[in-house]
């Protein structure tokens, strides 16, 4: 059974561009978690996916967002970058219900100049 | 507000010893606790859970101990092998499908 796939890998974008990552869910979970990884820092959370619908979102500007499409798969998008934006990005998904744990994809390392 | 903290940014163990890696919660309201094991440049792989209904849960080297009052839990690995050097993070959900919620890792290193 494939994992939770993201791409691209890795993204080189200009400081005001737009950056879109993608990810998709291992079959059969309908949850999907965006972190971001900046350097020296943890997992910070960003946006929660469920069914199709934003759940929650972390402390973060709006020019964060993103959307779950009917398949389960979902989109980040992130607009007017900065230079702070660079991090790892990762997508994990989740059964839901009760203490489930969520999987990780490999992520993508955005890089902002 | 960190509502999981790791206080201990690394860790160095030597090989064959026991590797104790600790966190500390703040919000009553978690009950599940996992943890994540990190490889540089690759997503955060699960590792062992937890929940709050109960004091330990084991798998083969790994144990995750939970103290509720204290508030604390630790990851236990014996023998630690070089293999488990990576960087570990702890994480706590509040009962229901939410987010995750993670510390900030600690780096354990384990010398042969």
């Known amino acids: 059974e494939a994992g939770v796939t993201q791409s691209p890998t890795h993204l080189i974008k200009t400081r005001g561009q737009q950056a879109t990552l993608r990810c998709s869910p291992i079959?059969?979970?309908?949850?999907v978690y965006w972190y971001q990884q900046a350097l020296g820092l943890g997992l910070q959370f960003l946006l929660w996916?469920?069914?199709?619908?934003?759940?929650n979102r972390g402390n973060f500007p709006p020019r964060f967002s993103g959307r779950q499409f009917p398949n389960y798969s979902s989109e980040l998008n992130v607009n007017a970058l900065e230079l702070e934006d660079s991090a790892l990005y990762l997508c994990a998904s989740s059964l839901g219900g009760l203490r489930t744990e969520a999987f990780f994809g490999q992520g993508t390392r955005l890089t902002v100049v | 507000d960190q509502q999981v903290k790791q206080n201990s940014p690394s860790l160095s163990v030597q090989e064959g010893r026991i590797s104790i890696l600790n966190c500390d919660y703040t919000?009553?309201?978690?009950?599940?606790f996992l943890w994540y094991k990190k490889y540089p440049a690759e997503g955060p792989t699960f590792l062992i859970s937890?929940?709050?209904?109960?004091d330990k849960n084991e798998d083969g080297r790994f144990t995750v101990f939970l103290n509720k009052s204290a508030k604390h839990l630790s990851l236990h690995i014996v023998p630690s092998q070089p293999g488990d050097s990576a960087v570990y993070f702890c994480a706590a959900r509040v009962e229901g499908n939410t987010p995750l919620v993670f510390g900030k890792g600690t780096r354990l290193s384990v010398i042969a």
């Open positions: 919000n009553s309201m978690f009950d599940y």
């Open positions: 079959s059969g979970h309908t949850s």
């Open positions: 937890i929940s709050s209904i109960k």
């Open positions: 996916y469920d069914e199709g619908e934003e759940r």
